[in-house]
């Protein structure tokens, strides 16, 4: 059974940059696309963006200025860096996989909270 | 990219049916069948419920099914269960190789 979990700091200053990592268990990164999504305390969820294993990378218009989505087929992972972060970007982080154009596996997601 | 409009909350008695709809544009739900729906019960992970606007993930009930007519898609659950009470998101490709979700519909069992 194909397993993602989320990791990285739960806890990010103002204007510095969150790195989250999405570790893939159960099955290979290599073949399908792989996304991130968040979705900030009691609000709708925001796709933030995928890559697929080669690389290709498809990022929200709104984010896309400090959003970098990257993979490491050789630890069968793929990370998030959302930079020059504020309050707004508080949020539980998911990662999916992306399978006929739908996220059909998902994370637990994981917290974070952009605070001094 | 602006979200897709959904209804902020559908209610329903226990064994009826209910329709969220989830309306976009032409460049998204309109312009391609690339529309799936989700399930999140409080505090849990999405669970994908439809793909490709009226198919089912295998270990999902037939009670939820999906269709979608010009820029408005919609997803039916018949037979409303209490364990159905949960907040659905739509979700579409868009013609910007992006994905888009919609607003969130709250789904009450009354």
């Known amino acids: 059974q194909l397993q993602l979990q989320e990791s990285g700091p739960g806890l990010v200053k103002p204007s510095e940059t969150l790195s989250l990592t999405c570790t893939v268990s159960?099955?290979?990164?290599?073949?399908?696309?792989w996304g991130w999504i968040r979705q900030p305390p009691g609000k709708g969820l925001e796709w933030i963006g995928t890559?697929?294993?080669?690389?290709?990378?498809y990022y929200n218009p709104s984010l896309k200025s400090r959003v970098t989505i990257s993979v490491d087929t050789s630890k069968n992972q793929f990370s998030l860096e959302v930079s020059s972060v504020t309050a707004a970007d508080t949020a539980v982080y998911y990662c999916?996989?992306?399978?006929?154009?739908?996220?059909?596996?998902w994370g637990q997601g994981t917290l974070v909270t952009v605070s001094s | 990219q602006s979200a897709l409009t959904q209804p902020a909350s559908v209610s329903g008695s226990p064994g009826q049916s209910i329709t969220v709809s989830c309306t976009g544009t032409?460049?998204?739900?309109?312009?391609?069948?690339?529309v799936s729906w989700y399930q999140q019960h409080p505090d849990k992970a999405p669970k994908l419920m439809i793909y490709?606007?009226?198919n089912r993930p295998s270990g999902v009930s037939n009670r939820f099914s999906g269709s979608k007519s010009g820029n408005t898609a919609s997803l039916t659950i018949s037979g409303l269960q209490a364990e159905d009470e949960a907040d659905y998101y739509c979700?579409?490709?868009?013609?910007?190789?992006?994905?888009?979700f919609g607003t969130g519909t709250k789904v009450t069992v009354l």
């Open positions: 999916a996989r992306y399978s006929n154009s739908a996220g059909d596996y």
């Open positions: 890559i697929y294993y080669s690389g290709s990378t």
């Open positions: 490709y606007v009226n």
């Open positions: 979700s579409s490709y868009t013609s910007s190789i992006t994905y888009v």
């Open positions: 159960g099955g290979s990164i290599n073949s399908y696309h």
């Open positions: 032409s460049s998204d739900v309109g312009g391609y069948n690339y």
